[in-house]
Nanobody
Framework: QVQLVESGGGLVQTGGSLRLSCAVS????????MGWFRQAPGKEREFVAG????????YNADSVKGRFTISRDNAKNTMYLQMNSLQPEDTAVYYC????????????????WGQGTQVTVSS
């Protein structure tokens, strides 16, 4: 059983930064590609960024390119999302997710999910 726990969310002003973490336990973390998703009230869950098992390949949604950076530390079984230049439209619950094989941007491709962490950006 794979367990994912997000942390690092909070309230920040427009233009500010936050770093989210996703701690993974239960299986070999380095076997999994990982992703960050977010869900705003009344909207569907959307892909934010993904990273391959080795960390050598990453993929960001257009809405966060140039502002968010995904990374991972396989020695610490942890994935990160550095979020800079935050905007009110980034307000959402952020989820980390894991899957075998390559990066994917569809929620249905991910087998394991965390419980989410709230990010609120005030204007």
């Amino acid at each position: 059983q794979v367990q994912l726990v997000e942390s690092g969310g909070g309230l920040v002003q427009t233009g500010g930064s936050l770093r989210l973490s996703c701690a993974v336990s239960g299986r070999t973390f380095s076997s999994y590609s990982m992703g960050w998703f977010r869900q705003a009230p009344g909207k569907e869950r959307e892909f934010v960024a993904g990273i391959s098992w080795s960390g050598q390949s990453t993929y960001n949604a257009d809405s966060v390119k140039g502002r968010f950076t995904i990374s991972r530390d396989n020695a610490k079984n942890t994935m990160y999302l550095q979020m800079n230049s935050l905007q009110p439209e980034d307000t959402a619950v952020y989820y980390c997710a894991g899957k075998l094989l390559g990066i994917a941007d569809a929620t249905t491709r991910y087998a394991y999910w965390g419980q989410g962490t709230q990010v609120t950006v005030s204007s």
